[in-house]
């Protein structure tokens, strides 16, 4: 009657038996299986490693140019079912799985599960999950086991209440940091400076806090690595710094209208000196006493994806509200500017060039994360670039075409921006001009 997914514990297990089964006949049956075989995750089939044999090579020799893409190719649109005020898992899906290089690690079946028990890895899952999507079947897929998974690992999200997009994203991101490695290995890889799996190496930037004295003027840094940036929004609880329209104009493409707040706005009010005032003072190693002091963040590495995150939901003792305030992001970003290597004190602010010239510090939009309704009510969707200038608009089960114009004339609660260089790719320009010289 409601439409709802049950669960059926009868059923599950007449499954796992058969299963069991199957896997026992598939062993007895099989005669050719070499050491280097590999579990599928979760699946229990095995299968052996892929090399190219030598036609291959030389197919590939005469086909050398990779095939074109055309605007109607649709492989990777794929709507995802509804579980029940699920639409905050599945925006945050549709963005991950068009995230460039995470894609790529996955469709080429880069994860090795080490995990005592495949069966909870959360990478298994998702492995699976980038298969089904870019499988090409048109049908909406059911991400029941990738919710029932969730509910395992972070069980402030288990059950069908409307949860919160940037949480889930975030406890998402941790699991899957803890699992790429297995449960001990992850343990010990809790430091995300210390981690090399696939989440950190995309996710991961590391932000500068300068704390300095106002005595002496010492300075006291520290740095810490973060997956996301939130962003505080005028009309706040806390009091937003005025933009001055004239400097802004030409800043990342962004034109200023009188009244419009943009995404620059908002990282150079995150960027800005804050006095920290007479009551949190903090001991100066160089004075050995207790000081007044200012706090500046920066940032000191930047990721290969940057997740801004619009603080639009506020609770506070006195009210719980959402604030709708229109910001302004544009379609490529240059986050040279909020650098700490590039950072240069103007009465204690950063001055922000027109054009840095720099674009291995440059981004390009490619998901964006909309929430429509009230803080009690309300439904999560997102647009997500297919591949060029080709957005769609992700709403659960239903996936339409959408326009550059609807994309940035949207409310924006989650930004994703991917590097338009990579950083191995810059090394090696570089280590390519040294050698020109």
């Known amino acids: 009657m409601c439409k709802d997914y049950v669960y059926d514990k009868d059923i599950e297990q007449i499954a796992k038996e058969e299963q069991r089964e199957a896997l026992k006949l598939q062993a007895s049956t099989s005669t050719e299986v070499s050491h280097q075989q590999c579990a599928v995750p979760g699946l229990g089939e095995k299968y052996p490693t892929w090399e190219t044999t030598k036609p291959e090579l030389e197919l590939l020799g005469h086909n050398p140019r990779r095939r074109r893409i055309a605007s109607s190719f649709t492989t990777g649109l794929r ?7 699920t639409c905050f898992m599945n925006c945050i899906v549709q963005a991950l799985t068009h995230t460039p290089i995470l894609r790529d ?15 909870l890895c959360l990478v298994c899952e998702m492995s699976s999950l980038f298969r089904e999507l870019y499988s090409g079947n048109p049908s909406p ?7 029932h998974l969730v509910w395992i690992h972070a069980r ?27 449960d001990d290995v992850g343990k010990a890889a809790n430091n995300p400076n210390h981690c090399n799996c696939i989440i950190d190496q995309i996710f991961t930037g590391g ?39 004239g400097r802004e104009s030409s800043v990342n493409g962004e034109s200023h209208i009188p009244g419009i707040t943009t995404l620059t706005d908002c990282l150079r009010r995150f960027t800005r000196p804050e006095h920290l005032g007479s009551s949190a003072k903090i001991k100066c190693g160089s004075c050995q006493s207790y000081q007044e ?15 801004f995150h619009f603080k639009r939901f506020e609770h506070s003792a006195k009210q719980r509200r959402k604030i709708t305030t229109y ?15 590039s950072k240069e004190r103007m009465n204690g602010q950063l001055q922000l060039p027109t054009n840095s010239g720099n674009n291995e510090n440059k ?9 429509q309704g009230t803080l009690e009510s309300g439904h999560y969707t997102s647009f997500i670039c297919h591949h060029k200038d080709q957005w769609f608009k992700c709403d659960d089960a239903v996936i339409t075409k959408a326009s550059i114009k609807d994309v940035l004339d949207s409310e924006g609660y989650l930004l994703f921006y991917h590097k338009q260089v990579l950083e191995h790719e810059s090394e090696k320009v570089k280590e390519m001009n040294t050698q020109a010289y």
């Open 293 to 307: 002091s200012t706090k500046q963040l920066t940032m000191n590495k930047l990721p290969v994806v940057a997740c």
């Open 363 to 371: 981004y390009s939009l490619f998901a964006v994360v909309n929430h």
């Open 105 to 119: 690690f996955f469709l080429s079946d880069r994860h090795r599960c080490e995990m005592p028990s495949p069966e």
């Open 156 to 182: 402030h999200l288990a059950g069908y209440r409307q949860q919160d997009a940037h949480e889930f994203l975030i406890a998402a991101l941790d699991v899957l940091h803890r699992h790429c490695k297995g």
């Open 327 to 341: 910001i302004s992001f544009p379609l490529e970003l240059d986050m040279t500017p909020f650098m700490a290597s």
């Open 207 to 245: 932000l500068q806090s300068d704390v300095t004295c106002q005595a002496c003027h010492g300075v006291s840094t520290t740095i810490d690595p973060c997956w996301d940036i939130s962003l505080d929004l005028p009309g706040s609880c806390t009091s937003f710094w005025p933009m001055s329209p």
């Open 79 to 85: 709507g995802l079912i509804n579980l029940g005020n």
């Open 141 to 147: 897929h059911v991400p029941y086991k990738l919710l």
